[in-house]
């Protein structure tokens, strides 16, 4: 089992950068695939990236070649680095880990362990 607590949200304008860390606890969290997702008001979660357990990346094309998904050396941190930061960012963030086939790495269900998540505010 895997403890995962996100932080480094904030308030930013836009064009600005902040970095979200997922701190993880418990089983090798390096064995886990790692997903960012995020919530605005009154929509859904989305999915923002992922890291999968062999080190590969994935993002959705709102934020690609925006943000970059990496783990940290000690394996047990997964960084969400958010540059070029625009409005329609702002939300909730969320890491979650999981396991899931590469197919399904943007399908929130497939992630068992979820953190509380981090306020990001973006304003223009």
């Known amino acids: 089992q895997v403890q995962v607590a996100e932080s480094g949200g904030g308030l930013v304008q836009a064009g600005d950068s902040l970095r979200l860390s997922c701190a993880a606890s418990g089983s090798t969290f390096s064995n886990y695939n790692c997903g960012w997702f995020r919530q605005a008001p009154g929509k859904e979660r989305e999915f923002v990236a992922a890291i999968r357990w062999t080190s590969d990346t994935h993002y959705a094309d709102s934020v690609k070649g925006r943000f970059t998904v990496s783990r940290g050396n000690n394996r047990n941190t997964v960084y969400l680095q958010m540059d070029r930061l625009k409005p329609e960012d702002t939300a909730v963030y969320f890491c979650?880990?999981?396991?899931?086939?590469?197919?399904?790495?943007?399908?929130?269900?497939?992630?068992?362990?979820w953190g509380q998540g981090t306020q990001v505010t973006v304003s223009s």
């Open positions: 979650a880990a999981g396991r899931a086939v590469l197919s399904a790495i943007r399908d929130p269900n497939m992630y068992y362990y």
